[in-house]
């Protein structure tokens, strides 16, 4: 198996965690201005909020993914499930450089999912 060009993941990361912070200070920003005192332009500014609350959200939870990768790339467990403990596919990794599952043990984590 191809060795992961790690330090290029590790920039790429850096690079994204620095991008989505910016993102998640902008959301922040956006949300504690005030509303308007119009009700209509209230309800809708309530709207707009809600869903950049959830982009927020979202950027967040992108943030943790990336720092725990590279937590594992600096303890040694990067490319490793998480679960079985066996090598990541290379092509998941370099696609989706936080994945902490194997394809296997993702597709399991979603059926169990699913029926719950």
């Given at each position: 198996?191809?060795?992961?060009?790690?330090?290029?993941?590790?920039?790429?990361?850096?690079?994204?965690?620095?991008?989505?912070?910016?993102?998640?200070?902008?959301?922040?920003?956006?949300?504690?201005?005030?509303?308007?005192?119009?009700?209509?332009?209230?309800?809708k500014e309530l709207e707009?909020?809600?869903?950049?609350?959830?982009?927020?959200?979202?950027?967040?939870?992108?943030?943790?993914?990336?720092?725990?990768?590279?937590?594992?790339?600096?303890?040694?467990?990067?490319?490793?499930?998480?679960?079985?403990?066996?090598?990541?596919?290379?092509?998941?990794?370099?696609?989706?450089?936080?994945?902490?599952?194997?394809?296997?043990?993702?597709?399991?984590?979603?059926?169990?999912?699913?029926?719950?």
């Open positions: 198996m191809p060795e992961l060009p790690i330090d290029e993941l590790r920039r790429e990361m850096l690079e994204k965690k620095s991008e989505l912070s910016a993102r998640l200070d902008r959301i922040s920003a956006n949300l504690q201005r005030g509303f308007a005192a119009d009700s209509k332009e209230m309800a707009d909020s809600e869903v950049v609350d959830a982009l927020g959200n979202e950027a967040r939870s992108e943030i943790a993914k990336i720092s725990a990768a590279l937590a594992r790339m600096d303890d040694g467990s990067f490319g490793l499930c998480i679960e079985c403990g066996e090598a990541i596919d290379v092509n998941r990794v370099l696609a989706y450089p936080y994945a902490d599952e194997c394809i296997e043990c993702a597709k399991d984590g979603e059926r169990r999912k699913s029926h719950a």
